[in-house]
């Protein structure tokens, strides 16, 4: 198991599906579309459109696109 990053601030937040755990799949904020006190990740920063997280439980790091933003998926 990974460490947590040591730049980790627990004001900065997202609120993403963990791939590895998934620990979010028998929430019910979580599948409703909403922010819950549990499933939040550890936002260690962005780059354009593309996050960069780590999820407090199991502390797997990943990048999620969002689409949103610079840099972001081009929609046709």
């Known amino acids: 198991m990974l460490p947590i990053d040591p730049h980790a601030d627990l004001g900065r937040r997202a609120w993403v599906p963990c791939p590895a755990c998934r620990d979010h799949r028998d929430c019910g904020d979580c599948l ?20 960069h997280l780590q999820c407090p439980g199991c502390t797997h790091l990943w990048n999620h696109e969002t689409g949103f933003g610079a840099g972001g998926a081009t929609r046709r």
């Open 32 to 51: 409703g579309g909403r922010n819950c006190g549990e499933h939040w990740r550890y936002l260690l920063g962005t780059t354009g459109s593309l996050l």
